[in-house]
């Protein structure tokens, strides 16, 4: 090669996806695409009620129609001898006891605790013969008395879910101090408080949950096809349900269409799935139909707070207390919990210095479905939280917004820094992220705008978020394969996944940056427990841990072909120099070619399993700035202008970095501005269960095109890439902005009250009102 491959096609370049030709062309290979002979097909039944006692049920007319071959029922699971779901949750309750939370059965058995919770199962040959038979499953339930608000759940005399409950609080846990935050509190110039809810949302990913199972007929080895972020987790989690081994199961993932943390581990329908097949023998398969998804999978978010900062009279933050109640679902789950009382309260204190906390949480467990991880994973809560209350303080104050976040910003000086959840930043330049989000935004022209606003009877807002996430999955080690093969590719195994996020092609570039080759020689292969194991994709770890591990092992494996170049070319270990795909002699032309070496061997590879870990999270950081103008007569709202500067260390490829920054920010402002799951009280029913009824963000929800920059001058010194989560942060960043830019409005407008009590979602008719009263 006359230029280097690496200048061309390795870290720092905005190289083409390699996972488009295939995906735009429809050659993509998601879960649902897969149809191998004698497949059969699954339906489910399932509650209709809030809460309930199973009575009865009967099956036989179920099981005398056409073409069903097996109907089961939670009762039928449990004498098969399968295990219920483990609930994992690590937390106590206030009194002291483990968590307490329903046991749950892969089909409900004895007792439904939410509309949508799985009862039966048919297997059939076809899908209209599946669903035709669970129609004719009769069934008896006695209502119990359900509840699906969370302040109703917390109060005396409400019904309860389980036994071990009896107040309906799932766990409890208090951080920080206090007795040294009451003290901070008493000798405040000013507190400022706020009631914030972070709203019930859904991940609606493009491609449903699908699995495929089908046994292997000389093994009696099970293999599942599924659409997951973890394959590892779901084979340790529906393996052990099964009661078999892991190593009895595989589990593969190709192409998945979207996952955003609700794919994550195993649902009780993977283990359903994984039965059928296992008992009958036969392949079988189910897919989510988009009513399922709205009622049966995790959920996100759900929080209510209570917020206040205890400030001196030059504005310095003194404490911060924050009290919030974290709507757990029918089955607590050990993720939904830690979300919420662990994860999220890693960043409440994000970008800024403040030592004094008293943190309270619970987990309320209540009759609606479980939240679990969504895009941001109780980091979009305690940021929300955090902005809010800053925002509020500077108007309270009279302060300038920026002038008082950045007398409280953690300055670089003070890296690395421990906030006072024992959390370390190892590197941020926050002051510096901000000032340029404010110059990328041209914050200082604002009134100018304001005033061609005003020209067209208009309102206009001027909204800022300055914020830090945790990245990492807390799990920091994983493992890649690195294959050389002599037609001229390099493959490398690894266990994260692929969701739609370009993860292949950034991985690629990492191999092109230490083996100096074309791109097109990279293989990218992931999601096959049979050949590597590991975390999966979540918690932004893709590239801090897994991107790490691929560079770590492909430089594992050009020192490993040295050794065997040394031995072709009769010559020491240490005079052999590698280059863009050639080991050398030094000081001579004696060489060869890195595939042709791979050729030469006896298995014909050059071959390299290797583990390998990093030291701890990443924390990127950024500073958002949205503008709005609001139509007071109706309270329509239209996002004007949007910029942000986000800190996530070196950037492998721009746009990639960008895409997710970008459709990270549009989810955050779904959450703002529209969406909300919904349950009716009374009857415990999910109001918003389609697509006609949930609000989803459409492509007209921003109108003006994102001005977005990256900062790597802060690389982070926790992983060798020097590289931060990014899958999140635009999330996280976006719901805070955009309300701070609509209170803003409101307090121009005359409306401070207003600005202080806005919730999400913020509609039309919400806003209409606030300036109406």
């Known amino acids: 090669m006359t230029t280097s491959a690496a200048t061309r096609f390795g870290s720092g370049h905005a190289v083409r996806r390699i996972e488009d030709d295939v995906l735009l062309t429809g050659h993509g290979r998601y879960a649902d695409d897969f149809a191998p002979a ?113 302040g109703e759940a917390l109060k005396p005399g409400a019904p309860t879910l389980c036994a071990e409950a009896p107040d309906n609080i799932c766990a409890e846990m208090r951080h920080g101090d206090a007795k040294a935050s009451d003290a901070a509190f008493a000798g405040a110039a000013h507190v400022v408080k706020l009631d914030i809810h ?51 199961m595989r589990v593969l993932v190709e192409d998945v269409g979207g996952g955003f943390g609700m ?33 049966n999978t995790y959920h996100g978010r759900d929080v209510g707070t209570h917020a206040e900062l205890a400030l001196a009279a030059d504005g310095k933050i003194l404490a911060l207390r924050v009290y ?89 000086d003070q890296m690395p820094y421990k906030n006072p959840m024992a959390q370390v930043y190892d590197t941020g330049n926050f002051p510096q992220v901000m000032d340029k989000g404010l110059a990328l935004a ?140 050639r080991f050398s002699v030094k000081g001579t032309d004696l060489g060869v070619d890195l595939f042709a070496l791979a050729g030469k061997q006896a298995d014909q590879r050059i071959f390299m399993d290797s583990t390998s870990a990093v030291s701890g999270p990443t924390w990127p950081n950024g500073c958002h700035v949205s503008e709005v103008e609001i139509d007071p007569a109706t309270g329509e709202l239209e996002i004007v202008a949007y910029a942000s500067v986000s800190d996530v260390g070196r950037v492998i490829n721009p746009m990639i970095v960008r895409g997710q920054l970008d459709g990270g920010a549009v989810q955050g402002l779904g959450q703002a501005l529209g969406e909300a799951v919904v349950y009716d009280r009374e009857t415990g029913q999910l109001i918003t269960g389609s697509l006609m009824d949930y609000n989803a963000p459409r492509a007209d929800l921003v109108s003006v095109m994102f001005k977005t920059d990256m900062d790597e001058s802060t690389p982070c010194k926790n992983n060798p890439l020097g590289v931060k989560g990014v899958g999140e942060l635009g999330t996280i960043g976006a719901t805070p902005c955009i309300v701070n830019a609509i209170a803003d409005a409101l307090a121009r407008a005359g409306k401070p009250q207003a600005a202080s009590q806005v919730q999400m979602p913020v509609s039309a008719a919400r806003l209409w009102e606030m300036l109406s009263a």
């Not at 007792?111 to 076809?126: H, I, N």
């Open 38 to 150: 004698n497949l059969g097909r699954i339906a489910f039944l399932r509650s209709p009620y809030p809460h309930a006692r199973i009575v009865s049920m009967d099956t036989s007319a179920a099981k005398a129609m056409p073409g069903v071959a097996a109907v089961y029922t939670g009762a039928d699971l449990v004498a098969a001898g399968l295990k219920p779901m483990a609930s994992g949750v690590p937390f106590p309750r206030g009194d002291g006891q483990p968590a307490a939370t329903p046991l749950r059965h892969i089909l409900a058995h004895e007792r439904v605790r939410y509309v949508g919770e799985p009862m039966a199962v048919v297997v059939a040959d076809t899908l209209e013969q599946a669903r035709n038979a669970v129609e004719a499953i009769a069934f008896e339930c006695e209502d119990i008395p359900h509840v699906v608000d969370m």
């Open 198 to 248: 972070n709203q019930r949302v859904i991940a609606l990913s493009i491609e449903p949950r699908s699995v495929l199972g089908y046994p292997d007929p000389e093994t009696g080895r099970l293999t599942l096809r599924l659409s997951t972020q973890m394959p590892t987790g779901v084979r340790g989690t529906v393996s052990g349900l099964l009661g078999i081994q892991p190593e009895e």
């Open 263 to 295: 794919k994550t581990g195993a649902y009780a329908e993977d283990a359903v799935v994984a039965y059928c097949a296992k008992t009958l023998q036969r392949p079988v398969k189910w897919v989510a139909e988009r009513s399922e998804e709205f009622l």
């Open 324 to 412: 919030s109640d974290a709507n757990v679902g029918a089955y607590a789950t050990g993720t939904g919990v830690a979300i919420q009382l662990l994860i999220g309260p890693w960043v409440q204190t994000s970008v800024y210095d403040i030592q004094t906390i008293d943190f309270r949480f619970k987990a309320v467990l209540t009759n609606p479905a479980s939240p679990g991880a969504y895009r941001g994973a109780g980091r979009p809560e305690a940021i929300f939280i955090m902005e809010r209350l800053m925002d509020e303080a500077a108007r309270q104050l009279g302060l300038d917004r920026v002038a008082f976040r950045r007398r409280n910003m953690i300055t670089p």
């Open 442 to 581: 041209d914050w200082n022209g604002f009134a100018a705008r304001e005033a061609q606003s005003k020209a067209r009877g208009k309102l206009r807002g001027l909204g800022l978020a300055t914020f830090l996430e945790w990245t990492g999955g807390n799990v920091f080690e994983e493992r890649v394969t690195v294959t050389v093969l002599p037609s001229g590719i390099i493959e490398v195994y690894t266990a994260v996944n692929p969701m739609g996020q370009g993860i292949a092609t950034t991985l690629a570039q990492l191999v092109v940056d230490a083996f100096g080759v074309p791109i097109d020689k990279v293989r990218i292969k992931m999601g096959d427990t049979d050949v590597v194991n590991g975390f999966g994709s979540a918690g932004s770890r893709s590239i801090f841990t897994g991107g790490s591990a691929v560079r770590t092992g492909a430089e594992r494996t050009i020192e490993h072909a040295k050794g065997l170049a040394a031995q072709d070319l009769e010559a020491a270990p240490a005079d052999i120099v590698y280059e863009a795909g």
